[in-house]
């Protein structure tokens, strides 16, 4: 059972940038995609970005241009590097993975990380 674990969010002023990071107990070359989600209160978990094992990325049209996912299977570990950070960036920030099964997919969760925008 890997562990994500999220680390490197905070409170911010808006314009600022943070670079999440999400480190694995294990190796993360067999995930065939990563991702990063966000909750705001009151809100569902949406998705900001993903990757795959191929490093193809996908991004929520709210951050195209200023979110930045990356990922390190030397250290096993992804990123998000978030520029330009607005008051309703402001969420729970979840660490996602996933290995594509023939039948069910393993997903894993991380306990997340808070970010806070202020204006």
């Known amino acids: 059972q890997v562990q994500l674990v999220e680390s490197g969010g905070g409170l911010v002023q808006a314009g600022e940038s943070l670079r999440l990071s999400c480190a694995a107990s294990?190796?993360?070359?067999?995930?065939?995609?990563m991702g990063w989600y966000r909750q705001a209160p009151g809100k569902q978990r949406e998705s900001v970005a993903t990757?795959?094992?191929?490093?193809?990325?996908n991004y929520a049209d709210s951050v195209k241009g200023r979110f930045a996912i990356s990922r390190d299977n030397a250290k096993n570990t992804m990123y998000l590097q978030m520029n330009g950070l607005q008051p309703d960036d402001t969420a729970v920030y979840y660490c996602?993975?996933?290995?594509?099964?023939?039948?069910?997919?393993?997903?894993?969760w991380g306990k997340g990380t808070q970010v806070t925008v202020s204006s």
């Open positions: 996602n993975a996933r290995i594509v099964r023939a039948i069910v997919d393993d997903i894993y």
């Open positions: 990757i795959t094992s191929g490093g193809t990325t």
């Open positions: 294990g190796s993360i070359s067999g995930f065939n995609r």
